[in-house]
């Protein structure tokens, strides 16, 4: 089974309760090969542990600075969306 959004894919791990999680990543960036592809970066979490280090992915994007409140406002609203797409 496979689980995939617009940034990552989570396959299921045939006969046990975890996951391996790939996340999109540019390769070769601001050259003329700069190319997008998917790489692995956890093998055999829990469901609950690919959502958080999808979520941790999407903070990490984030630009400027930010108040522990305005982090976690930003944080949950991810968790919303994410939220939202298994609903």
């Not at 093998?43 to 305005?70: A, H, N, V």
Request: proline share 2%; net charge negative; hydrophobic share 35%.
């Amino acid at each position: 089974m496979l689980i995939e959004g617009d940034f990552y894919k989570m396959e299921k791990i045939k006969d046990a309760p975890f996951y391996n999680l790939s996340m999109l990543t540019i390769i070769n960036k601001d050259t003329d090969k700069e190319r997008s592809e998917f790489k692995i970066v956890g093998y055999g979490m829990p469901f609950d542990s690919c959502i958080k280090r999808i979520i941790d992915y999407q903070m990490q994007s984030l630009e400027g600075t930010y108040t522990i409140k305005e982090y976690l406002e930003k944080y949950e609203e991810l968790v919303n969306i994410i939220g939202n797409e298994i609903e």
